[in-house]
């Protein structure tokens, strides 16, 4: 009966430890995507130069193009827009609405409402995908992973 007592303790104890290290873990996620959200826009929205559009790909209407990476057949831009942290969503689901006249479709979508927004969207059998996230006060950015 002892050793039951123990095991039962230890196993309560092992799972309060991991879901509290998970809620720290989320806790600092969290506050890592907001950081800059109240901060100037000066020095967060900016154009990177050199950034250019995929072929192919054009920016949603009202998209300001901030930088643009290639990584071998990955190509990730960042565009911004106005918007606050609760608009997230609402503008994770405008970006998608505007992307299906291009001949997207959304095939998953996900959020943390306040935090970020995410889409999975697939283009001629090509799957690419968003992230909307706060950028600075009053803007959010739209990083596009683009294959």
Avoid at 78 to 93: E, H, M
Avoid at 120 to 142: F, H, K, M, Q
Wanted: one cysteine or more; hydrophobic letters at 45%; a neutral charge.
């Amino acid at each position: 009966m002892k050793r039951l007592v123990i095991a039962l303790v230890a196993l309560v104890a092992v799972g309060l430890i991991a879901l509290v290290g998970w809620r720290i873990f989320e806790h600092f996620d969290q506050q890592d995507k907001i950081k800059n959200a109240n901060k100037s826009c000066a020095t967060f929205d900016v154009q990177n130069p050199s950034a250019t559009l995929p072929a192919g790909f054009t920016l949603p209407a009202g998209q300001k193009l901030l930088d643009a990476t290639k990584a071998g057949a990955t190509t990730i831009v960042f565009a911004s827009l106005p918007g606050v942290r609760a608009d997230l969503v609402a503008i994770r689901d405008s970006v998608v609405q505007e992307l299906a006249a291009s001949g997207y479709q959304m095939t998953a979508h996900d959020q943390e409402p306040t935090f970020e927004a995410d889409a999975t969207l697939t283009r001629a059998g090509v799957s690419d995908s968003i992230n909307v996230r706060p950028l600075c006060s009053g803007r959010v950015v739209v990083r596009y992973t683009l294959h």
